[in-house]
């Protein structure tokens, strides 16, 4: 398929594209010295003569049949079968008719699609308007297969075969190896200090079809020389694995493995006296299926059902001296144990925790998304030592009031709502997984609340320079040129407002939050973000800021991907 990419360059140079149905004159041309009577209307009169020419040329003794074979081939592949050609050899070179038209349109008896994991052969089948039975239609075969290479980032080969004068195979193949995707950021605020998170992706590392991924993160680190300063501590890591080689197209099954250790300093119980520690470790079963699909409007629904085992590990230690900086208070009577801070009255609790989370995006764009809105709703709750219920509804949604070629302003608003019920849930459990509890900038939290409520509003400007202009800046920044690295790159300038409320038993909200902040990302021609968010409050305490630095994996991963909906605590 190696021709591909030079048959649709050509189709781009195209002056006009007319359907298929109009018979038209024969078109003769020359080579050497081509000339045309008339030019070409499916192709570009250039283009063919530069390809016939470059065959030519590779040809030791060409023949009259071979040539007419290969124009027939060089028209199919472009998306226009049942092209007749004639040749025959002229004193000054060859002579070429070609009758562009057939009498009907070519209909698709077989559309296949092959490589790739099963997964993306879901992706690729499910967003193709193309069916089979259908009558070929070029223009949006190739709009869809564009689609997919932008948004998904598969590498798509299309091969049509000629079966019979009015009907056509459609081969679509996806050369697609392991994708190594980093991820993490670089924070610093007031609740958890300096806090670091790591992690690497491997989409279908060896051709298997399987989804492999590490992270970890540290909350708090002390500055050398220094102290903690955020309220919490806390260490953890994920190991996932997944695979979508499942009897049912669409499905998803994994595995998520993580540790986490929490440290709460003075806040909880306003004692001020101890270090509370609860270690959760914990595996995730998780199954993903799809509900209902649209490609025509690039909607989906789309289902995850998660069932997880976690252990919750209670530890109580003297509050150690100088911990913000202050000598700690004198010890006082032993209030909290182990046995005290848990459900069941031994130092650890066993939760099992089942959980289905229901997905809806229209999105238009997973890269530069420009119109559309992700909708999620999860349901979940525990049994065994705790029993509680937890829902939590959140969404996403992109307008965009003006885009061109070059740039795009879009209006991007988030939400989130959640609450935790029941006779008995522990005092933390609402805090860790009621889901988007915390705005950025914000100052001060409980870690008793239960229930949650948080909005944001952006206002992002996006441009898209071409190669041409990075290197021109950077060749009078630098003295020298990328090299074509930052071709396909996009600059995201960004404010937003963001305001939150928690609490925990009453009906009215408090604990209200509201900050202020704008960022800077680079999107990457993969999808990737690479960026900065700085923040500062104004209510209830003005001052201060926030900084987070991070690279994000495609909005594909990361919205998309079944192992972010699940009761793992990483991605809370």
Not at 257 to 265: L, M, P, S
Not at 302 to 307: A, K, Y
Not at 318 to 345: C, R, Y
């Amino acid at each position: 398929m190696a021709r591909l990419l030079p048959v649709l360059l050509g189709m781009l140079l195209c002056l006009s594209l007319p359907g298929l149905s109009q018979p038209s004159d024969p078109i003769e041309v020359y080579a050497p010295g081509v000339s045309f009577a008339p030019e070409p209307e499916l192709l570009s009169p250039i283009y063919l003569e530069q390809r016939v020419q470059v065959w030519l040329a590779s040809q030791v003794q060409p023949s009259a049949a071979d040539l007419a074979t290969w124009i027939q081939e060089l028209y199919l592949q472009a998306g226009f079968p049942g092209v007749g050609v004639e040749v025959t050899q002229a004193a000054d070179g060859w002579l070429i008719s070609i009758r562009e038209a057939q009498p009907e349109q070519a209909k698709v008896r077989r559309l296949l699609i092959s490589g790739g994991t099963p997964q993306e052969r879901y992706l690729t089948r499910h967003n193709l308007h193309q069916r089979e039975g259908q009558p070929l239609d070029r223009d949006q075969l190739l709009a869809d297969i564009a689609w997919l290479e932008h948004n998904h980032f598969l590498p798509l080969q299309l091969r049509l075969e000629q079966v019979e004068t009015a009907e056509v195979d459609v081969d679509l193949h996806i050369v697609s190896g392991a994708e190594y995707i980093p991820t993490g950021n670089l924070a610093l605020n007031d609740v958890v200090g300096l806090a670091v998170t790591a992690g690497l992706i491997v989409n279908n590392p060896f051709n298997s079809g399987q989804i492999v991924r590490a992270m970890g993160k540290r909350n708090n680190i002390p500055f050398p020389g220094g102290q903690a300063l955020g309220l919490v501590q806390d260490w953890e890591y994920t190991l996932s694995w997944a695979t979508t080689v499942m009897p049912i197209e669409g499905m998803s099954l994994g595995l998520n493995h993580y540790n986490k250790v929490d440290y709460f300093y003075p806040d909880y119980g306003e004692q001020g006296l101890d270090l509370i520690s609860i270690r959760s470790l914990g595996v995730d079963l998780y199954s993903g299926f799809p509900i209902w699909s649209d490609p025509a409007s690039r909607r989906y629904l789309r289902g995850v059902f998660n069932l997880s085992l976690i252990e919750d590990r209670f530890k109580v230690d003297p509050l150690p001296d100088g911990i913000f900086a202050v000598p700690s208070p004198a010890p006082s009577p032993e209030t909290n144990t182990p046995e005290s801070l848990t459900k069941s009255g031994n130092v650890a609790d066993l939760l099992l925790m089942p959980s289905l989370t229901i997905s809806y995006s229209d999105i238009d764009d997973y890269r530069l998304p420009r119109n559309g809105s992700f909708l999620q709703a999860r349901l979940g709750g525990s049994v065994l030592d705790a029993r509680f219920i937890q829902a939590t509804l959140t969404g996403t949604s992109f307008w965009t009031p003006y885009s061109d070629d070059k740039q795009q302003w879009t209006v991007l608003l988030r939400s989130a709502a959640g609450s935790t019920f029941g006779a008995n849930p522990p005092f933390y459990r609402g805090f860790l997984n009621t889901g988007n509890w915390l705005v950025r900038g914000a100052t001060q939290f409980s870690i008793t609340e239960k229930h949650s409520l948080r909005f944001s509003e952006e206002l992002h400007y996006i441009y898209k320079p071409t190669a041409l202009e990075v290197d021109n800046l950077l060749q009078q920044l630098i003295g020298q040129t990328s090299g074509g690295i930052f071709d396909g790159w996009a600059l995201d300038l960004n404010v937003f407002l963001d305001q939150g409320a928690y609490w925990r038993d009453e009906l009215a909200p408090r604990s209200g939050q509201l900050s202020v902040g704008g960022g800077i990302n680079l999107i990457t021609p993969f999808g990737s973000i690479l960026g900065v968010d700085l923040a500062t409050p104004l209510y209830p305490s003005p001052g201060g800021f926030s900084a987070l630095l991070r690279i994000s994996a495609p909005l594909s991963f990361t919205l998309y991907s079944d192992w972010g909906n699940t009761n793992g605590f990483f991605l809370r």
